[in-house]
């Protein structure tokens, strides 16, 4: 059964988001159909704001409405630890146990040759160009227990070792081939706590 085209249009848009197939995006659709005015128009209202105000942190490049963001404008941070993740998302799993006191830099991303990521697609360059800047001691890599972000890890240990930084790797801890998106705080604590240098 067809819906009405405002409907339709509607299910288009929404299966475009990650993980939404056809009946969630039909689901997801109904149910805004059901809302109040004034919630669907919050809604929309919404998403309009954080097209319009969420941007890249000059900085770490980590999504936010100041700039720079948060956690590089925080002083009582420790900005000569830098902790270098794939996404946003990863940071918030990183600060979610609460004793990590550095930095970060998100990279947006990791090292995928067979997808067509090479490190031109990532912020790889800002990376260095902030160690290079002087300042920094430690730049710990968080990226996922994945292939790419292994992959990735060993890349940006490689270019960071002639600038003369420690170069960490989070410990295991971390289940290899997970996300650290959906990792515990006690894992991700402990992970953080048994780094090794690369």
């Known amino acids: 059964m067809d819906y009405a085209d405002p409907i339709e249009r509607l299910v288009t848009a929404l299966k475009r988001l990650p993980g939404i197939g ?6 997801l659709a109904l149910a805004i159909l059901r809302q109040t005015r004034d919630e669907a128009l ?4 919404a998403i309009q704001e954080v097209k319009e105000k969420i941007r890249l942190c ?22 000569a630890l830098v902790c270098v993740v ?4 990863n940071l918030l799993a990183v600060e979610k146990t609460r004793e990590y006191k550095g930095v970060y830099h998100v990279l947006h991303g990791s090292l995928s040759p067979l997808r067509g990521i090479g490190p031109e697609a990532l ?21 996922n227990p994945t292939v790419e972000g292994e992959q990735t890890a ?7 070792k002639p600038l003369g930084v420690t170069t960490s790797r989070i410990a295991i801890g ?13 894992t991700m604590s402990k992970a953080l706590e048994g780094r090794r240098e690369i």
Do not use: M, W
């Open 22 to 27: 056809h009946k969630s995006a039909q689901r």
């Open 42 to 45: 919050d809604l929309a209202g």
């Open 58 to 79: 000059s900085v770490c490049f980590h999504i936010t409405d100041v700039d720079p963001c948060r956690f590089c404008a925080d002083e009582a941070r420790d900005h």
């Open 86 to 89: 794939e996404e946003p998302n």
């Open 123 to 143: 912020k790889i360059e800002p990376l260095l160009a902030r160690v290079r800047a002087g300042g920094v001691r430690e730049v710990i890599l968080a990226t």
């Open 154 to 160: 060993v890349y940006l240990s490689r270019l960071l």
């Open 174 to 186: 971390v289940p290899v081939g997970s996300e650290i998106e959906y990792t515990d705080e006690v």
